[in-house]
């Protein structure tokens, strides 16, 4: 029997059709509190510009409204996007979080825009940024923990915190990238499911022991929706699969249809397909089928931790099968310890 991984949650925060962005940032403090009732680990939110299905512009101040309403959850970004921001304001942000909040903060940090050409440049993104980046995550962390030397600046607060850093990517670069530095890793399994085992392979080959990190620790994210069985589920998810049909089609990243508008649409045979792919991709089912698959994808990938992205229209739906994970994990865990026993 094969051991099953801790688990954590990945929020974007989503709008749906007839809500708010207001709502769905409520919505999302509320689940933080009830998924660390449930004894998850971390809660991690994305970062995302002129998108109105997905409200998540500011992870910083989202971070501190869900530290504030939790009290042993670990809460950080996964992952503020860092050619879009000055290193030292991140360190300044997520020094001052570490402070209020100690031992309770991640920072994770990717090189992707997270918006289109048009917002990066309202951002104050420079065209190189991504080429850049490897220059500006060192920058970064040097303005965390006490310096060999005197610093020319100081980040306040972040000099007094120790923050752990993470990697974010969805390619063997990020990987090879993360390991070569001995910091720890998240793979997006969701945007790139085809290259997950090879990229966490290559994490643990490049990987070189640091100060920051003595042997390698990477987080697989991926698309999770438990249902009652596996019928269920797939009704779950459907109003989220029928958006990202759209946001392909149209071009415009819309709020999700809710749950009504997937129902009534008729289906072509290519979207079908794409609703067929993305389930067996990703972690969609009934306990059973979910805790089958979670084993599977911790055995072909040996990844440390599993975070959940959970993306429904209603929050009870969501704080649902939140649970039906939770119960899932911790029922694979007792049999392999049982096993263990035999």
Known sequence: MTDTPPVSVLDVVPVWSGSTATRALRDSVQLAVEVERLGYTRYWVAEHHNTPCLATATPPVLVGALLAATSTLRVGSGGVLLPNHPPLV???????????????????????????????????????????????????????????????????????????????????????????????????HQINPTLTATALQLYRKSFRPSAHLADPHAILSAVVVVGENDEHAERLIAPYLLGQIGHRTVGRLDPFPNAAQAQQHSYTDAERAFVAERITSQIVGGPETVRERVQRLHAETGANELMALTILPELEDRVRSYALLADAVRASIAVYARDLRV
């Open 90 to 188: 991140v360190a300044e942000q997520f020094g001052t979080l570490a402070a209020l909040y100690p031992g309770r903060v991640d920072l994770g940090v990717g090189r992707a825009p997270g918006t289109d050409a048009a917002t990066a440049r309202a951002l104050r993104r420079a065209p190189d940024g991504a080429d850049q980046f490897p220059t500006e995550l060192a920058e970064l962390i040097d303005h965390f923990g006490p310096a060999p030397r005197p610093r020319q600046i100081t980040a306040v607060a972040a000099a007094e915190s120790e923050v752990p850093v993470w990697i974010l990517g969805s390619s063997p670069g990020s990987a090879r990238l993360a390991g070569s530095l001995g910091l720890p890793y998240a793979f997006a």
